[in-house]
């Protein structure tokens, strides 16, 4: 699968941002899908997943809220709503599609399928 994110972009704290991540092939629905962000000198972390079907979702603390992701499988596409950013959100958001089970949802390496990522910066 071949995942291709964007929509990143200098946006202001308190604004609001969508990220898109479109997806290569029709298989796409049946993979879960997930979010993830690298900041500088970080390690990459979980932001939110959603389920092959769309009717469960999952997200970091910090973001609930504030993101939302959702998916259109006939778009082949998922979608990371993000308002009310903070500074703290800036990073480099990466898309991933994977098989996880429930509690691997927020591991990257539940994830085989990464997209090249979309820098988001918010500024204060």
């Known amino acids: 699968v071949q995942l291709q994110a964007c929509g990143g972009g200098l946006v202001q704290a308190g604004g609001s941002l969508r990220l898109s991540c479109a997806a290569s092939?029709?298989?796409?629905?049946?993979?879960?899908m997930g979010w993830f962000r690298q900041a500088p000198g970080k390690e990459r972390e979980f932001v939110a997943a959603i389920r092959w079907s769309g009717d469960r979702t999952y997200y970091r603390d910090s973001v609930k809220g504030r993101f939302t992701i959702s998916r259109d499988n006939a778009k082949h596409t998922v979608y990371l709503q993000m308002n009310s950013p903070k500074p703290e959100d800036t990073a480099v958001y990466y898309c991933?599609?994977?098989?996880?089970?429930?509690?691997?949802?927020?591991?990257?390496?539940?994830?085989?399928?990464w997209g090249q990522g979309t820098q988001v910066t918010v500024s204060s």
């Open positions: 991933a599609a994977g098989t996880p089970i429930l509690s691997t949802m927020p591991l990257s390496n539940a994830y085989p399928y």
């Open positions: 092939e029709r298989t796409f629905s049946a993979y879960a």
